[in-house]
């Protein structure tokens, strides 16, 4: 499996590269991980947005990138979007994709409890904690 995947640091500073690819100065936002600690995502799709992220800036115009990583199914396909913007700020591109990543899910976060009061709505209790 570790072939097959990217660590989040990993893949964060992958888009960070592919941005300043062809010009060093090009600023790259990343959003819609940040509540994320850990994650491995599929490496071949990491490429693909490295290199969609890579196309946007060929434009000599676009002086900023963003990258949106939205919940399609959530703990395994987000959909990525990489938007490349202007000096005056306008958006002048944008390329939608599909990202695999592996997310831990809430119980990652409460292997240290000794009690945990679960008051979700049905809904959401997928597991018996």
């Given at each position: 499996m570790k072939?097959?995947?990217?660590?989040?640091?990993d893949f964060l500073a992958k888009m960070q590269a592919a941005a300043k690819r062809i010009r060093p100065?090009?600023?790259?936002?990343?959003?819609g991980l940040e509540n994320i600690d850990t994650?491995?995502?599929a490496s071949l799709?990491?490429?693909?947005?490295?290199e969609e992220i890579y196309e946007?800036?060929?434009?000599?115009?676009?002086?900023?990138?963003e990258l949106r990583i939205v919940p399609f199914n959530p703990e395994v396909i987000y959909s990525s979007i990489a938007k490349?913007?202007?000096?005056?700020g306008k958006c002048k591109i944008a390329i939608l994709d599909d990202l695999a990543a592996d997310i831990p899910t809430v119980e990652y976060y409460l292997t240290d409890a000794e009690v945990i009061d679960d008051r979700r709505s049905a809904g959401h209790k997928q597991t018996q904690l």
């Open positions: 072939c097959m995947h990217t660590k989040l640091p100065e090009t600023k790259i936002t990343i959003k994650a491995k995502v799709r990491c490429g693909r947005i490295e946007v800036t060929q434009d000599p115009d676009i002086t900023e990138v490349g913007y202007d000096a005056s």
